[in-house]
């Protein structure tokens, strides 16, 4: 009864007190940061199995169910799972809370890296991926356009990512939705057989051109020079005027044989917004912003 008592005889200094709490707490509600995906740490990770051309039967039994053996060794295991398809094998483990996410995806690796040998040849490739609510996009934009080219659309795109990357927070840019832009060589297969010309030597002249190749050193003296073949393209000229063969002493150049020019690639999905043909540029934020 002491503390009742001796908040009654001192009422004045009670009320001050109750109201410093309460304007602290005003305060601290205001003031408290907000975020929509609060981050925290969840000790969970995935696995993520690319198996061309392989079954559902068969991703199970030599991929799925060793990768799930090997990792159902580790302790606080809250939830193992797998999923596969066609050609792919999906593999999720989750931790108990409390424990170490670091600490629990470095155990994963481990099981996962021990068991490699023991898995098919024909795997393309294991990805690992540590669980983190900060891979969360915040911000998401659409480029809308029904009749510019692609390439404004990107240039747009990329315009916008250098704007936002100055932006306090911001982690990671991405633009997507758009066809990547290359370089397209028709060739004439009848000339090309006229002048006994092989697909393969084609392709070799392609690739030997754009090859840089050490050279080696030159010593002079007290100084030395290393030397380096570049073969880079600057423009698509350069790869025009690659040199593919050269018969009765006549060079036959890649612009001889075949219509070069710039193109997109096959476009593998399309994006649209509210119906319109779009590019996207998607924001991540920092760890602890």
Do not use: C
Request: glycine share 6%.
């Amino acid at each position: 009864m002491r503390l009742p008592g001796f908040a009654i005889e001192n009422h004045q200094f009670s009320i001050v007190v109750v109201l410093l709490l309460v304007i602290s707490g005003i305060v601290s509600f205001v003031t408290m940061p907000r975020s929509e995906d609060p981050q925290l740490s969840i000790p969970g990770s995935s696995v993520i199995v690319i198996y061309p051309g392989a079954s559902t039967i068969d991703l199970e039994r030599l991929v799925a169910g060793p990768i799930e053996e090997v990792i159902n060794e580790l302790e606080d295991i809250k939830m193992l799972v797998s999923h596969t398809e066609d050609g792919l094998a999906f593999v999720e483990v989750e931790f108990e809370m409390g424990s170490d996410p670091d600490e629990k995806f470095s155990d994963v690796v481990q099981k996962v890296n021990s068991i490699r040998d023991e898995l098919p040849d024909g795997i393309m490739n294991i990805d690992l991926h540590k669980w983190s609510v900060t891979d969360v996009i915040i911000l998401q934009l659409a480029i809308v356009s029904e009749n510019a080219a692609y390439r404004d659309l990107e240039n747009e795109a990329e315009e916008l990512k250098r704007t936002l990357e100055t932006v306090p927070g911001v982690m990671e840019i991405e633009t997507m939705a758009y066809p990547e832009q290359e370089v397209r060589a028709a060739v004439d297969l009848d000339k090309m057989s006229r002048l006994g010309i092989s697909l393969d030597q084609v392709m070799h002249a392609i690739r030997s051109g754009n090859a840089n190749i050490p050279g080696g050193s030159v010593d002079i003296g007290s100084r030395k020079f290393n030397i380096r073949t570049s073969g880079d393209f600057d423009s698509i000229d350069d790869i025009r005027n690659t040199i593919v063969h050269s018969r009765n002493g006549r060079i036959v150049y890649l612009k001889d044989i075949a219509d070069v020019r710039f193109d997109y690639a096959d476009e593998t999905y399309m994006a649209r917004f509210n119906g319109e043909r779009a590019v996207f540029v998607t924001v991540e934020q920092k760890e602890g912003t």
